[in-house]
């Protein structure tokens, strides 16, 4: 069954950057709790109930339908939310020059990147998330997805994913959803390992740098990373 993860971080690490105690509390213990247990209520006794959670993502989109089941969207939030809370940790960091020409070659410089990035998300209408995704090409891209779309539907690896939905943000950004996503980027596990300074406090946030540079198979992975139903 769909387990609920324990964050890498406690709920009120990250309230420096904006994302405050209450904030968590209601999106990691309401809202991503809410996707599991209806995600298991509709699992349980199906064909999928025993489906890696990648196979039944990609086994219920449909991707020309304006709408999809029940099954797909508690399902994809779930997986949304669990690369999302493992991306962030409470070290601030900045992106200096080791990840700078991958980066480049694809946007043009850092700033650019980052400009697109939070664009990306702040034209989202509505709900959804915006991504950092590697295309078949090998090249970097950003997009976007709504609801609980994400770039498994589209055949791409998700390199960071950023929550748009209003119930991430709205207690402390109200509307500014520029500001939150902002934030967001000063929190990423990633950037950390790129500053070659140590993560305070405990997380268990894995950065991202080898996928991104290029080598895959250097990668690590969280021990849950194939989401397998019990």
């Given at each position: 069954?769909?387990?609920?993860?324990?964050?890498?971080?406690?709920?009120?690490?990250?309230?420096?950057?904006?994302?405050?105690?209450?904030?968590?509390?209601?999106?990691?213990?309401?809202?991503?709790?809410?996707?599991?247990?209806?995600?298991?209520?509709?699992?349980?006794?199906?064909?999928?109930?025993?489906?890696?959670?990648?196979?039944?993502?990609?086994?219920?989109?449909?991707?020309?339908?304006?709408?999809?089941?029940?099954?797909?969207?508690?399902?994809?939030?779930?997986?949304?939310?669990?690369?999302?809370?493992?991306?962030?940790?409470?070290?601030?960091?900045?992106?200096?020059?080791?990840?700078?020409?991958?980066?480049?070659?694809?946007?043009?410089?850092?700033?650019?990147?980052?400009?697109?990035?939070?664009?990306?998300?702040?034209?989202?209408?509505?709900?959804?998330?915006?991504?950092l995704v590697k295309d078949s090409d090998d090249r970097l891209s950003?997009?976007?997805?709504?609801?609980?779309?994400?770039?498994?539907?589209f055949s791409q690896k998700a390199l960071l994913g950023c929550d748009?939905?209003?119930?991430?943000?709205?207690?402390?950004?109200?509307?500014?959803?520029?500001?939150?996503?902002?934030?967001?980027?000063?929190?990423?596990?990633?950037?950390?390992?790129?500053?070659?300074?140590?993560?305070?406090?405990?997380?268990?946030?894995?950065?991202?740098?080898?996928?991104?540079?290029?080598?895959?198979?250097?990668?690590?992975?969280?021990?849950?990373?194939?989401?397998?139903?019990?």
């Open positions: 069954m769909l387990t609920l993860p324990k964050l890498p971080y406690s709920y009120e690490a990250l309230q420096d950057f904006g994302m405050g105690k209450e904030t968590m509390e209601y999106h990691h213990g309401l809202h991503h709790k809410a996707y599991v247990d209806n995600g298991n209520k509709l699992l349980e006794g199906s064909d999928w109930e025993n489906k890696d959670i990648e196979e039944i993502i990609l086994g219920n989109f449909k991707l020309d339908s304006k709408s999809q089941n029940g099954i797909f969207n508690n399902v994809a939030q779930h997986w949304n939310h669990c690369e999302f809370w493992k991306m962030m940790t409470p070290k601030k960091s900045t992106m200096p020059g080791e990840l700078e020409k991958s980066i480049i070659d694809s946007f043009g410089s850092l700033s650019n990147f980052k400009d697109e990035f939070v664009a990306a998300g702040v034209s989202q209408f509505g709900s959804g998330w915006c991504w950003i997009t976007k997805t709504e609801n609980g779309l994400n770039p498994l539907c748009v939905w209003e119930h991430a943000y709205y207690l402390n950004y109200q509307n500014r959803r520029p500001d939150y996503i902002s934030a967001f980027w000063d929190m990423l596990a990633t950037f950390s390992e790129l500053t070659a300074e140590p993560i305070i406090g405990e997380t268990d946030g894995i950065s991202l740098l080898p996928t991104l540079l290029g080598n895959p198979k250097k990668q690590k992975q969280h021990q849950n990373q194939k989401f397998r139903h019990n």
